[in-house]
């Protein structure tokens, strides 16, 4: 098994993504990323598809609020809350597991909105990816 592949099979036996503070974290470090290379990411966009600007701005404008409504989907109180609520003496009703490992395959068609659309929703759920 490659480095790589062990490096997340690791993350996801070890629960890394269980935790809310860590999924944000992730997610802001990738939109401060895609931000900061927003000319390069525009710019590969255009060459790949062919598009015009607008449409090129609108894929890299909606997946950059794909991550921004992940990232704030993510509530680390009440994440702890539930978490705790066993120990509180309450049921968990709304208790929800990561399924660990995903695979990312997207479609040629909006390639990078499509691959940011369903890995930030996927980090967000707390499971490791592979794209």
Known sequence: MSKSFAAIRS???DGRLHNPI????QLKNLHSALADNAVQIQDAIAK???HQPAE???EYWLAL???AEAHSSINPAKAFEEEYAVANGHDDTSS???VGIVVIEPSSHAFFYGLIAALAPTLAAG???VV
Request: glycine share 0%; net charge positive.
């Open 56 to 58: 090129v701005k609108v």
């Open 48 to 50: 790949d598809s062919k």
């Open 22 to 25: 860590y999924r944000k974290d």
């Open 127 to 129: 499971n490791c990816v």
């Open 96 to 98: 929800r597991e990561p």
């Open 11 to 13: 993350a996801a036996i």
């Open 65 to 67: 609020q794909a991550l």
